[in-house]
């Protein structure tokens, strides 16, 4: 119950496309759902995270959806750009609790 | 922008040496965590530590694991025995209060540890 399913586990967008990445979870006690981007040789780095009072959070062209009902939430990132290949992570904790817990993690691979 | 630094960035050892991994957190954060990702798979959490003590621990962080803070400033994993299965790169991270929307982990860029 503590897992977060993310998928796919890799990803090829043409530039200039519309790059999506899929998580669900099953712990309703998750109030917290960000996502990490990390480069070859470096740390996961925040990118953008949503509180489950909203349905939807945008950041310049990257955009999370939430649905609730469903335990589901997305990344969207528009207008994708080869700098933006690199592994995303979705995650989850619950408020107050110390730990993140991480999904598979998504390749994603921009073509030029 | 200040950010959380691991050293060694690679150590090598045999099995069932000790093996001690660094970090130095952002300076005025209170909150200090390990993580690690085996090869090719998710992050998952180790431990978390607050006000000199453990606060939450994950089933991997066994016997074999211990954490200090010797210091003001460095915050030490530390694995008595190592194992094969203990390849992994082990990330740092620190936050200024307990993680959450408030509160966003910082990581540092992870010392890869290879167990032979």
């Known amino acids: 119950q503590q897992q977060v399913k993310q998928s796919p586990q890799s990803l090829i967008v043409q530039k200039g496309g519309i790059s999506i990445i899929n998580c669900a979870y099953e712990?309703?006690?998750?109030?917290?759902f960000p996502w990490y981007q990390q480069f070859p040789g470096k740390g996961p780095a925040l990118l953008i995270a949503i509180r489950p009072d909203v349905s939807e959070k945008k950041e310049g062209r990257f955009t999370i959806s939430f649905n609730k009902s469903a335990k589901q939430f997305s990344l969207h990132i528009m207008d994708s750009q080869p700098g933006d290949s690199a592994t995303y992570f979705c995650?989850?904790?619950?408020?107050?609790?110390?730990?993140?817990?991480f999904g598979q993690g998504t390749r994603l691979t921009i073509n030029p | 922008e200040p950010e959380v630094t691991q050293t060694p960035s690679h150590q090598v050892t045999q099995m069932g040496q000790e093996v001690i991994l660094r970090c130095v957190p952002i300076s005025n954060h209170l909150y200090f965590y390990w993580y690690r990702q085996i090869l090719g798979q998710k992050v998952e959490f180790l431990v978390s530590?607050?006000?000199?003590?453990?606060?939450?621990k994950s089933e991997i962080f066994d016997d074999q694991f211990s954490v200090e803070r010797p210091d003001g400033s460095n915050f030490t994993l530390k694995i008595r025995s190592t194992k094969l299965e203990d390849s992994a790169m082990y990330f740092c991270?620190?936050?200024?209060?307990?993680?959450?929307?408030?509160?966003?982990?910082?990581f540092g860029n992870g010392t890869r540890l290879t167990v032979t």
């Open positions: 991270a620190s936050s200024p209060i307990s993680g959450g929307a408030n509160s966003p982990l910082h």
């Open positions: 995650a989850a904790s619950i408020q107050g609790a110390q730990k993140l817990v």
């Open positions: 712990n309703t006690a998750f109030d917290y």
């Open positions: 530590f607050y006000n000199n003590e453990i606060s939450e």
